[in-house]
T-cell receptor, first 114, second 115 residues
Framework: AQSVTQPDIHITVSEGASLELRCNYS??????LFWYVQSPGQGLQLLLKYFSGDTLVQGIKGFEAEFKRSQSSFNLRKPSVHWSDAAEYFC????????????FGTGTQLKVEL | GAGVSQSPSNKVTEKGKDVELRCDPISGHTALYWYRQSLGQGLEFLIYFQGNSAPDKSGLPSDRFSAERTGGSVSTLTIQRTQQEDSAVYLCASSFTGQGLAGYTFGSGTRLTVV
């Protein structure tokens, strides 16, 4: 069965600093990988996705992620964090078999210090 | 509509009561999903509807949970005899069949509190 691990429950960074959120997955085939962001009281917004091809994926709001098959990782990065990036971030792996279901990690809460 | 609409946004209910949560998907989206987000946990798949096919109920945690989708559009998730462990945010998502995983749009969720 597929699974996703986000080892960091909380991360605090200073505004303007770089950010890396970790995500490790377990999946038997080529994974479909996603990062979502959730602001308080909001639904999930897709930041970026990886299906195939270039392993460095660019997303919205200046985020990027790199798929590393050898490490089963899909870490999210941003060179310079803005205060508005404070939110909860979820990594997910998708399965096309049986209906395009997503399996999510437990999330990383990002706090940005001014 | 422009997005996935869920109602109510917040619901407080007494233990043992039944509740109904509603999801209005984006018009024309044939696939509809329910997920549950419990405190400190990730999102947990509950149920999936695709067109007129039988729903995939493999994620429903107990027989107190049920869902239906009328006319291929609006969906209602019903929880009978609510328990405190049912307290969570229930998220609905929809997509076009052809877009699959790439086309998920989530609603803002219903926060359910069982007291």
């Amino acid at each position: 069965a597929q699974s996703v691990t986000q080892p960091d429950i909380h991360i605090t960074v200073s505004e303007g600093a770089s950010l890396e959120l970790r995500c490790n997955y377990s999946y038997g085939a080529t994974p479909y990988l996603f990062w979502y962001v959730q602001s308080p009281g909001q639904g999930l917004q897709l930041l970026l996705k990886y299906f195939s091809g270039d392993t460095l994926v660019q997303g919205i709001k200046g985020f990027e992620a790199e798929f590393k098959r050898s490490q089963s990782s899909f870490n999210l990065r941003k060179p310079s964090v803005h205060w508005s990036d404070a939110a909860e971030y979820f990594c997910a792996v998708g399965s096309t078999g049986g209906g395009n279901k997503l399996t999510f990690g437990t999330g990383t809460q990002l706090k940005v210090e001014l | 509509g422009a997005g996935v609409s869920q109602s109510p946004s917040n619901k407080v209910t007494e233990k043992g009561k039944d509740v109904e949560l509603r999801c209005d998907p984006i018009s024309g989206h044939t696939a509809l999903y329910w997920y549950r987000q419990s405190l400190g946990q990730g999102l947990e798949f509950l149920i999936y509807f695709q067109g007129n096919s039988a729903p995939d109920k493999s994620g429903l945690p107990s027989d107190r949970f049920s869902a239906e989708r009328t006319g291929g559009s609006v969906s209602t998730l019903t929880i009978q005899r609510t328990q405190q462990e049912d307290s969570a945010v229930y998220l609905c998502a929809s997509s076009f069949t052809g877009q699959g995983l790439a086309g998920y749009t989530f609603g803002s969720g219903t926060r359910l509190t069982v007291v």
